[in-house]
C-alpha cells in the first residue's frame, strides 16, 4: 500500500477555508494518508527543515494541496520549497538520483472563480495548468512521478456545495487509488 503524505498550506484551514477544508474532511480517515497542515505546524513560518524531508522520506505518494493566491502558492508553502527541497536532498545538480526520485507527486489547487476564467479567453487570459507551471518543474527538478493536477474552481464565485461535494468525492477517490 503506497502511503500518502498530504501537505495542505491555507492559513485558516479550520476556520476559513471551505474547500481546502473539505477536501482534507473528506481523506483525513484514510488509514494511508497523513496529513499535515503547515500552517499549524508552523505558524511562526520557523520550518523544522529536517522533519519535514523525514516526512518526505516515509511516504510514497506526496500531495501538495493549497489554495491559488495572487496565481501562487501561499507564502508559507512557498517558503517550504525553499527550506526543503534543498540539494543534494530533493535535487541534484547532475540529474543523478536525489532522495525524492521516483515519488509520485500531485498538485491539488483550489480557485476562488470558476473554470471559465482559467482559459485563454477568460478574465485570467490564461490556464491554471499555465500558472502552477512552477509546481511542474520543480516535481520535475526533484525527480517525481508527476501526477495530473487536481484542481477546485469557484470556490468563492460560482461554485455550489454540489459541486465542492462532488470534488471532495473525487478526491478521495484519488487517494485511494494509491492505495493498491
Request: hydrophobic share 45%; proline share 6%.
Amino acid at each position: 500500500m503506497s502511503k500518502i503524505l498530504l501537505i495542505v498550506a491555507h492559513p485558516d484551514l479550520a476556520d476559513a477555508s471551505k474547500a481546502n477544508a473539505a477536501l482534507v474532511n473528506a481523506v483525513s480517515d484514510l488509514d494511508h494518508v497523513t496529513v499535515h497542515d503547515l500552517y499549524a505546524a508552523y505558524p511562526d513560518f520557523a520550518i523544522d527543515v529536517e522533519a519535514e524531508q523525514n516526512l518526505l522520506l516515509d511516504h510514497d505518494v506526496i500531495v501538495f494541496q493549497h489554495p491559488v493566491y495572487w496565481y501562487n502558492v501561499p507564502p508559507l508553502f512557498k517558503l517550504w520549497q525553499d527550506k526543503v527541497f534543498t540539494m543534494p536532498f530533493a535535487f541534484t545538480p547532475d540529474r543523478s538520483p536525489s532522495q525524492l526520485s521516483g515519488k509520485k507527486g500531485i498538485v491539488a489547487a483550489t480557485t476562488g472563480v470558476p473554470a471559465e476564467h482559467y482559459t485563454l479567453e477568460g478574465a485570467n487570459r490564461t490556464t491554471l495548468e499555465a500558472l502552477l507551471e512552477n509546481w511542474t518543474a520543480t516535481l520535475r527538478l526533484c525527480q517525481f512521478d508527476v501526477q495530473p493536477l487536481f484542481k477546485v474552481h469557484g470556490v468563492a464565485f460560482g461554485g455550489t456545495d454540489e459541486d465542492l461535494a462532488t470534488s471532495a468525492k473525487d478526491y478521495r477517490e484519488l487517494m485511494l487509488s494509491y492505495a493498491d
